[in-house]
T-cell receptor, first 115, second 117 residues
Framework: GENVEQHPSTLSVQEGDSAVIKCTYS??????FPWYKQELGKGPQLIID?????GEKKDQRIAVTLNKTAKHFSLHITETQPEDSAVYFC??????????????FGTGTRLQVTL | EAQVTQNPRYLITVTGKKLTVTCSQN?????MSWYRQDPGLGLRQIYY???????DKGDVPEGYKVSRKEKRNFPLILESPSPNQTSLYFC????????????????FGPGTRLTVL
């Protein structure tokens, strides 16, 4: 089955700096790669996603890049702010076939933005 | 307000005492899923359901049961809880994938923190 590895497990940056979180996946059939943000005491929430036919996607201060050949994808947050402090999860999904369903998550990265 | 609700939010119980964690969504989603979150292990899928009366195992189904009698509800049942089931549990829902086979955004509930003594 799919295996998703996520690094680093913790990341501390100063406000205004950039943060990068990296994930690798094992199943070359995976075609959907979402990123979720989990704030303290809340459930994860989708912040950005990318599909396998796209190499990069950007939404204001966050961007995701995908390298299908190397089977890795990354989350980039620019101009970090204190409210970016949270746990971030990457995930990968094989295509839905009607008989099986799988969204595999990474182990999470705790991002702390310091003043 | 579109949301996924879970109850209870916190639960402390003892080994062997059957419990149910309820999950309900008001978005008419076909797909529902249960995850457990443990430090260093991320989110692991317990069970999922593609629609009413259709459920299947995820990565860590041992010790858990689910049912999907109604589209909006997807309860998680622990028949005989053990301490290794102490965890943070999340229910999630989403529309089924479209023709492209690509998944849609999953909406998560607020979580249930379970402690089994």
């Amino acid at each position: 089955g799919e295996n998703v590895e996520q690094h680093p497990s913790t990341l501390s940056v100063q406000e205004g700096d950039s943060a990068v979180i990296k994930c690798t996946y094992s199943d070359s059939a995976s075609n959907y790669f979402p990123w979720y943000k989990q704030e303290l005491g809340k459930g994860p929430q989708l912040i950005i996603d990318i599909r396998s036919n796209v190499g990069e996607k950007k939404d204001q201060r966050i961007a995701v890049t995908l390298n299908k050949t190397a089977k890795h994808f990354s989350l980039h947050i620019t101009e970090t702010q204190p409210e970016d402090s949270a746990v971030y999860f990457c995930a990968a999904s094989i295509p839905y076939t009607g008989t099986a369903s799988k969204l595999t998550f990474g182990t999470g990265t705790r991002l702390q933005v310091t003043l | 307000e579109a949301q996924v609700t879970q109850n209870p939010r916190y639960l402390i119980t003892v080994t062997g005492k059957k419990l149910t964690v309820t999950c309900s969504q008001n978005m008419n989603h076909e797909y529902m899923s249960w995850y457990r979150q443990d430090p260093g292990l991320g989110l692991r899928q317990i069970y999922y359901s593609m629609n009413v009366e259709v459920t299947d195992k995820g990565d860590v189904p041992e010790g858990y049961k689910v049912s999907r009698k109604e589209k909006r509800n997807f309860p998680l049942i622990l028949e005989s809880p053990s301490p290794n089931q102490t965890s943070l549990y999340f229910c999630a829902s989403s529309p089924l994938p479209g023709f492209s086979g690509v998944y849609n955004e999953q909406f998560f509930g607020p979580g249930t923190r379970l402690t089994v003594l």
